[in-house]
């Protein structure tokens, strides 16, 4: 089977996800909404003659083994997938994400500003939360490319798999896949100070070791990004701290007070025009921050984000009501997405100048065109 039209296809209706399993059609996934290409439904062993096609012999006996694969996968001019195959049900599934050869500018995310001024410091860690397909990776993705633009200095980034493909500006960047040119995270923290790094990005924190690493490197005058699934900075610094042990946790909110640069929390949230739109919480690490954190007093930190204890940061409920102010979002869809209704309600209601009916959020979002060009796609499995 050919599949190069299929992810043609998927590149060119800019899919986040595409979801191959036995029993269903072949699904995508465009601007947050789940849609199937066709109805033709595919059997099982369509699905593993797929997926198997798509992995080296090397990549086929490690799947059997562990019954998960995770790599990427290179289509010429089109782009980079990222590859997860799994088992459902006895049955092999697959589920690949779209990467784009093109890194987006910064100012094109509709980020805050606030992100060129910390990706361009000199050391601390800077983390980017978020669900899955949140645009974490993309986000921290272009501020290293926007720093490589303007700053010399060695950028090593280390990746499961490598997303984006960083090219020489100002800066040497050299990427490290898990699995191809290292064996782990771990593995490549721990040779990566023989590696003279300004700038050291490792795709996600999932361990305690890893966590170590990545505040040593920041204390020792590193600038340390990584990501971490967490719904909001509240979230994410109980995920970090609960990866701890107890006795092991005063020492680590000592080190987090000191090496915390920001937490970068994403959501995207359906815009009135179809598209989705970022939605930014940004937990700066100010002094009157750090002594929460020092002392365990993490339920503390928004309250100081809302009364600007927190210069630089903003909440959830303060993003939302931006998009909202901005006509770019309804407000159905900003309160279906704050961390606190209330407190949103709150922002919206106190606003003197507010005279704007709630915009409704736009129904669908498949015309005519991209329905038929869905009913005219047909996968051909003997192909």
């Keep these: 089977m050919d599949l190069t039209q299929l992810f043609k296809f998927m590149a060119d209706k800019q899919a986040s996800d595409m979801y191959i399993s036995a029993g269903a059609p072949v699904l995508m996934k465009i601007e947050g909404e789940t849609l199937p290409l066709n109805s033709q439904i595919l059997d099982a062993e369509t699905v593993k003659k797929i997926a198997y096609s798509l992995m080296t012999q090397e990549e086929i006996k490690a799947f059997e083994a562990e019954l998960e694969m995770n790599f990427g996968f290179l289509v010429e001019n089109i782009g980079k997938f990222r590859i997860n195959v799994f088992r459902q049900r006895g049955d092999v599934a697959l589920v690949a994400r779209y990467v784009s050869y093109h890194i987006p500018a910064l100012d094109s995310l509709g980020l805050p500003p606030i992100l060129k001024e910390l990706v361009m410091e000199q050391r601390g860690l800077i983390l980017a939360v978020g669900q899955a397909g949140s645009g974490k990776s993309t986000t921290l993705a272009s501020m290293i490319d926007y720093r490589n633009a303007i700053k010399t200095g060695h950028i090593l980034l280390i990746e499961d ?41 490792i795709g996600e924190i999932r361990d305690r070791e890893t966590m170590q690493q990545a505040l040593i490197y920041a204390e020792t005058g590193h600038m340390m990004l990584s990501t971490l699934h967490a719904n909001n900075s509240y ?33 995207l949230v359906r815009g009135v025009n179809g598209k989705r739109v970022p939605a930014i919480e940004i937990m700066m690490n100010t002094p009157y921050v750090a002594d929460l954190i020092k002392s365990g007093e993490i339920d503390q930190i928004k309250e100081a984000m809302e009364r600007s204890l927190a210069p630089g940061s903003q909440t959830f409920e303060q993003s939302l009501f931006a998009l909202y102010q901005e006509g770019k979002i309804s407000l159905d869809e900003a309160l279906a997405n704050a961390d606190s209704r209330t407190n949103l309600s709150w922002l919206i209601n ?32 003997d192909r």
């Design 350 to 381: 106190n606003e003197k100048h507010n005279t704007t009916e709630p915009v409704v959020a736009a129904s669908s979002l498949v015309n005519a065109d991209t329905a038929s060009s869905f009913d005219d796609f047909k996968l051909d499995a």
């Design 161 to 201: 798999p490598i997303e984006y493909l960083h090219a020489y500006k100002k800066s040497i960047v050299n990427q490290r896949e898990v699995g191809l040119d290292t064996k782990s995270y771990a593995t490549a923290l721990l040779n990566a100070v023989r590696e003279a790094p300004d700038v050291l990005m």
């Design 235 to 267: 979230h994410a610094l109980n995920r970090i701290i609960n990866l701890f042990p107890r006795e092991a946790r005063n020492p680590l909110l000592h080190d987090l007070s000191i090496s915390l640069k920001a937490v970068i929390s994403q959501r």
